[in-house]
Every structure is written in C-alpha cells, then in structure tokens.
C-alpha cells in the first residue's frame, strides 16, 4: 500500500514538473489556441505563443532574446522597422533585433573580439516573422537575394543577421563595399574591384563572424547565416508575441 502511495506521489511530481518544464502552463497537446496557419508550401512554421513556448519547454536553446538586453550598448539600424528599406513600407511594428539564444552568445563573442580591436558592430536585421518574407518576395522576387517563401528564410529561424562594423569610440561605420539590402554584384563577398580598405573591412567582418559560427550569404556581405541553423524552427510570431514571451520568461529566468 505504502509503495503504491510513492508511485502515486511520485506520478504528482512529475506531472507538475513537466507541467513547470513547459513554462508553466498547463501542455496540452491540442493546437486550438494557435488555430490554422496555412501555408501554401507545406512548410511546419511556429505561428503562436503557445507552440512557441512548448518547444521551449522541450528545448530551451530555442528561446529568443532580445539583443538589446543580452547585449549590453548594442546598436540597432532596424531598416524594416522604417520607411527607408528595399520596400519603401514600413514592414516591422517595432525597431528590434531578436535572436535564438546560442546565437546571441555567439554574437557576445563576436563582440568581444571586435571590442579588442576598437570595433564593434550595428544590427540591421535579425528575427523576421515568415510572414514578412513573404511580402519580400512579393515586392522583389530574385532568389538570388531574397529567400524564396517556399523554403523560409534563415531569418524566419531566429538564426540569421544583418550587420556590418562600427568604430566604438565614434559608432562611425566603417566603409563597406554597398549600403545594406543593395541587391548588385558588389555585394558579393568576392566581389573584388573594390578599393583596398573596403576589402580589408569586409574581410575582417567575414573572418570574425566565421570564426564564431557565422557563413556570410553568398550574395550580401552584410547577412550572417549561424551555422546550426537547421535545429531552429522557422517562425511567424509577431513582435507583440514576442515581447509578451520575453515579459512572461523573464522574471522567472
Ligand atoms: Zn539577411
């Protein structure tokens, strides 16, 4: 009898804590609260908090941080956020770079690196709800340069950034070889008709991102793909939903 009171106690606690793992609320296998997201590719994307929150709960690496929290001073340039972007439309409801958390230690590191060499780095994208690569798309349909929809974009996965270097001391940006989201050949990361100090800076900024598990994009010297990419969902969770999980998680981490 005592023995079966422990499996009973037992069956309890580990109901609560598996109840407490998934953030504590109650998991239910049910999606009724996300309701239907279809997607015309077939594609499996993250579209509500809830989901959201019960993968976490299975995986905590795949929460999101907002950079500005996680690092301390960093500067964002969120172009979607304002009209002066490829679209000519405001696309984002919020100037906020967020990203899965393995990518922003990883970004900490570049950091640090940067820092020892008086640099540092301005974000211009991070986390894109898949919604919003969509409308890319829509508006300049090149594969060459903008993720096709039926795949998602890197983006799309919280695993994917926009950057180029500063100086720390001024925040001056240091020459490039083209502005951000300038879809040409001299975006290329080969591209070599460029002026000695452009490459060197490019460079730099290349070899830096690798060293930490970043490839650059084929096309853009600006994009940073992180190297584990593929164990990230993608997602289309909106800001709001973001920020009402960041408010949520936090107290509690
Ligand atoms: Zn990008």
């Not at 606690?13 to 598996?18: E, H, P």
């Not at 989901?51 to 690496?61: Q, R």
């Not at 780095?121 to 894109?128: G, H, K, L, M, S």
Request: charge should be negative; include cysteine; proline fraction near 6%.
């Amino acid at each position: 009898m005592k023995y079966l009171l422990n499996i009973i106690l037992y069956a309890i606690a580990m109901g609560l804590f598996i109840g407490f793992a998934s953030c504590g609320e109650p998991h239910t296998e049910e999606k009724d609260d996300c309701g239907d997201h279809p997607n015309p590719y077939g594609l499996d994307i993250t579209h509500c908090k809830e989901d959201f929150l019960a993968e976490v709960g299975k995986n905590p690496e795949l929460m999101l941080v907002d950079l500005e929290d996680f690092l301390e001073g960093v500067q964002l340039d969120i172009k979607y956020a304002r009209e002066d972007n490829f679209t000519g439309e405001v696309i984002y409801t919020a100037p906020k770079a967020y990203v899965r958390k393995p990518v922003a230690e990883a970004l900490n590191q570049v950091r640090d690196s940067l820092f020892s060499l008086g640099l540092d780095f301005i974000v211009y994208d991070a986390y894109r709800p898949y919604e919003a690569t969509v409308k890319f798309f829509e508006v300049y349909p090149d594969p060459e340069f903008l993720a096709d929809p039926q795949y998602g974009s890197r983006h799309n996965r919280g695993c994917a950034v926009d950057l180029t270097l500063i100086d720390s001391e001024t925040g001056e940006k240091l020459a490039m070889p083209t502005g951000f989201d300038e879809f040409i050949d001299q975006a290329h990361p080969e591209y070599t008709d460029l002026p000695e100090e452009v490459i060197e800076n490019r460079d730099l900024l290349i070899g830096i991102m690798d060293h930490f598990g970043f490839s650059v994009y084929p096309t853009e010297w600006w994009h940073f793909d992180y190297h584990r990419w593929e164990d990230f969902p993608l997602m289309d969770l909106s800001f709001e939903e973001i920020e009402k999980i960041l408010e949520k998680e936090q107290p509690e981490s």
